[in-house]
């Protein structure tokens, strides 16, 4: 029987010598899934703080997201909000710090007069379930039509990603 089960384990991609010394424990990656996307609505708590990889240089804090289309479509308008929710698997107790990427089209800031392609900021994560994370087309320089990627990455390693194509409606 014995050879049996260590032929089913190694079939399994698990060592028979991990399973049948049965004092070592297996640990699960950490994982990321994507629990939710599309146009969000959300309010903005008052509160900002600088993020100088991104092409506005702040990020501002919401609140209270809320789906309201779940789509991959987006219709670029100003003041048009859209955003992915992640849920976080195997990562233990206490703040996980991801690097949120946002791969996009070619966006100049008139201010800093500077492109950029790719946004990123890194954030101290506590909650595991149903964390927010969007971007608001606050600026007319903001809206580029074309792919717009989220990203989610820990410790330099993407864990998941959604995508979203922004169209600019002919006015």
Known sequence: MKKH???????????????????????????????GFG????????????????????????????????????????????GVEIDLHGFGEGPVRLTIRTVHPPLTNPETGRTTQVSEYGQDVEKRRNVYFGF?????WELAEGVWVKQFLYRGRLLAQQRFRIVIPIN
Not at 136 to 140: D, G, K, L, Q
Request: net charge positive.
């Open 5 to 35: 089960l260590a032929i089913l384990l190694l079939a399994a991609g698990i060592p028979a010598s991990t399973a049948a010394a049965g004092s070592a424990s297996i640990s699960a990656q950490p994982s990321i899934s994507i629990a």
């Open 136 to 140: 608001t087309f606050s600026r007319r």
């Open 39 to 82: 146009r969000y609505l959300t309010q903005k708590t008052g509160e900002s703080f600088p993020t100088p990889q991104t092409a506005a240089g702040r990020t501002v804090v919401i609140s209270r997201p809320r789906l309201i289309n779940r789509t991959n479509v987006i219709f670029g308008q100003l003041g048009r909000e859209f």
